[in-house]
């Protein structure tokens, strides 16, 4: 794909885009680059007979599925990154789906109401059909997002990532 | 999808919800679906500007599910040699795209376990399958004709109907099964598409694959992408039996004490009818014809019972003549040496008679 500007160009083309124009010289002034691939697991049996699930990336995928969003982030600068906040507005089609336990480097916190407020899926709720409060479920899930507790060191490399089902 | 969610994106990107609206079937094959992550930071105590990650994008798939469900719940009573017969059943299309469907109707072996806790007795005839075309959910000859289902919504159910004819010759309580399945067809054009078959091989991120992701049925498999359930029709037919006794009632010598058949003693005929079968029958029509036997009618004696299969009582026949006089209720009638009564309806399970008296000659 080329990134010369096209004003044909689609805005998924062009959001890809941003991204190869952030990695050049002329734009070198950030200091994070942010990469975000989505994947599924498949049942893949072994030689042996056992079964185990593989990471592939996310092709098949129908109603009932569940994926995974892995975002990696990586210092390509020469100074720290501090107060490193990533943010992820999560598809309409999909459902967020909490996991046991926190990250591998942050826990995430959830909004329900396009990034206003933010906390754990369990202290938040929505208004029901019925117009009373109800307790927010992971379809209610606007966007996910992860407070970074250490500051990123020129060079380094880690990810974040949560699982969501297609409704 | 929740309401929350919609009402957000209501608010910011309306035209988002025609490309994602996710119905009891889930979000529709063909969607695209695109995820943009960014990050803030700050360098040196100085905050940066956002940087936006890549956007993925995959495209949802297409997963195949079909539920058949017969109508009813029970047998379809039918009698022998009716014509047109029908039983019905849903279809719903519970894949997240618009689909064709080919319909097959079944005859079940004979001896297999019908739906409803018989086995199959026998096979109809004339077995043709054909689709609600006017959402009446009643079968329609001559205006339901068409034989598949072309372009059915995610989400949509149709009637379908199978329509055979009974044989004749069947005893009450038979049945006869019949197993709808209907086979996922791909969708577009007029007509009956291809059936559907499941994307072989390795996936693409960008390409509709199928799935088929269908249960199995009363005959097809767990994910075969067709579905089938079984309905049976049930022979409720009238079983007649007739039945006819003679009682002494007087002779020339002894009157009514202990009375003889020797000619000149009146005799009382009683003829009955019982049904035991499931069907009441209609339009009875008991005859005895005494002609050429050594009796003579007696005028007046001719009675009819509806009250069951007893020899007393019932409702005397005015004149013996049939006609457009009658007063009594089943068109008893005598005429040269034939004795007739016409019972319009003789329920299942009922049983009528009727009784007159004759001279020995």
């Known amino acids: ?167 | 999808m929740s309401a929350a969610k919609t009402r957000i994106l209501a608010f910011t990107a309306g035209l988002l919800l025609a490309a994602g609206q996710a119905g009891a079937t889930g979000t529709a094959a063909n969607t695209s679906i695109n995820n943009t992550a960014s990050v803030d930071y700050t360098v040196g105590g100085v905050n940066q500007p956002d940087v936006n990650s890549n956007t993925t994008t995959f495209v949802t798939d297409r997963r195949i599910l079909v539920t058949v469900a017969e109508v009813g719940g029970g047998y379809t009573d039918v009698a022998p040699g009716q014509t047109g017969q029908v039983l019905t059943f849903t279809l719903t299309n519970n894949t997240n795209a618009v689909m064709d469907f080919r319909l097959d109707a079944t005859q079940q072996a004979t001896n297999a376990a019908d739906p409803f806790g018989g086995t199959d007795d026998f096979d109809v005839t004339a077995l043709q399958v054909f689709v609600d075309s006017n959402g009446n959910n009643t079968y329609d000859a001559g205006t339901d004709t068409a034989a598949f289902i072309d372009e059915l919504a995610a989400d949509g159910t149709v009637t379908v109907f199978v329509v055979a004819n009974i044989p004749i010759g069947q005893a009450n309580g038979n049945s006869a099964g019949v197993t709808l399945t209907a086979i996922a067809a791909d969708s577009g054009g007029a007509g009956l598409g291809s059936d559907s078959t499941q994307t072989a091989g390795a996936e693409s991120p960008n390409v509709v694959d199928t799935v088929f992701g269908d249960i199995a049925g009363d005959t097809d498999a767990n994910r075969d992408g067709r579905h089938s359930d079984t309905d049976a029709y049930r022979i409720q037919t009238a079983t007649l039996s007739v039945t006819k006794t003679s009682t002494v009632i007087s002779d020339p010598f002894n009157n009514t004490t202990n009375p003889k058949r020797i000619p000149g003693a009146i005799v009382e005929y009683c003829v009955t009818v019982q049904n035991t079968g499931g069907a009441a029958a209609t339009a009875v029509v008991v005859t005895d014809v005494l002609t050429g036997q050594p009796v003579t009618y007696q005028a007046g004696s001719l009675f009819t019972v509806d009250t069951g299969a007893v020899c007393t009582g019932g409702d005397a026949e005015d004149d013996d003549a049939a006609g457009g006089d009658e007063t009594d209720p089943n068109g008893a009638a005598q005429a040269a040496g034939t004795v007739s009564a016409t019972f319009a309806t003789l329920p299942a399970a009922g049983g009528k008679s009727m009784r007159f008296r004759v001279q020995i000659n």
């Open chain 1, 1 to 167: 794909m080329t990134c010369f500007p096209n004003r044909y160009a689609l805005v998924a083309s062009a959001a890809a885009c941003l991204l190869l124009t952030g990695a050049r010289p002329a734009l070198a002034a950030d200091t994070l680059e942010l990469r975000n691939a989505v994947f599924q697991e498949v049942d893949v049996k072994a030689a042996d007979g056992t079964m185990h699930k593989d990471r592939v990336p996310a092709a098949k995928v129908v109603p009932g599925t569940e994926v995974i969003y892995v975002i990696t982030y990586r210092n390509v600068g020469k100074q720290p990154a501090s107060d490193v906040v990533i943010t992820n507005p999560i598809p309409e089609e999909l459902a967020y789906r909490p996991e046991q336990g926190p990250g591998p480097n942050a826990a995430p916190e959830v909004s329900v109401d396009s990034g206003k407020t933010w906390g754990a899926l369990a202290s938040l709720s929505v208004t029901g059909d019925d117009g009373k409060p109800r307790p927010a479920q992971g379809s209610d899930v606007t966007h996910v997002r992860w407070k970074l507790a250490k500051p990123v060191k020129a060079g380094e490399e880690g990810s974040v990532s949560y699982r969501a089902v297609l409704e």
